[in-house]
């Protein structure tokens, strides 16, 4: 069974940096996408980001191009997402979510399998 952990996440202030990993198990093939989604308080979750595993191609809203960068981690079945230049709008719970192909999908319903959520929060 696939299992992915989400780490992380804090409190910074406007324009600050925040890295989020997201450790995947229980995958033995790694033909895979992981997605990046955010839900804010009162809010629908939000596409953030994309990566396929093998080729390291990456999709990102158009609110967080230029800011942020997913990639692969240093390890096996480790996916990053750097933050950088951090606004208050980027508050939310911030999950990462695993699909079994390489389709850069921005619908959660594309998703098999998803963490608990990190919290980040951007405040002065």
């Known amino acids: 069974q696939v299992r992915l952990e989400e780490s992380g996440g804090g409190l910074v202030q406007p324009g600050g940096s925040l890295r989020l990993s997201c450790a995947v198990s229980?995958?033995?093939?790694?033909?895979?996408?992981v997605g990046w989604f955010r839900q804010a308080p009162g809010k629908g979750r939000e596409f953030v980001a994309a990566i396929t595993y093998k080729g390291g191609n990456t999709r990102y809203a158009d609110s967080v191009k230029g800011r942020f960068t997913a990639s692969i981690g240093d390890t096996e079945d480790m996916v990053v997402l750097q933050m950088n230049t951090l606004e208050p709008e980027d508050t939310a719970v911030y999950s990462c979510?695993?699909?079994?192909?390489?389709?850069?999908?921005?619908?959660?319903?594309?998703?098999?399998?998803w963490g608990q959520g990190t919290q980040v929060a951007v405040s002065s």
């Open positions: 979510a695993l699909r079994r192909n390489w389709v850069l999908s921005t619908t959660p319903e594309a998703y098999i399998s």
């Open positions: 229980g995958n033995a093939f790694r033909a895979y996408t």
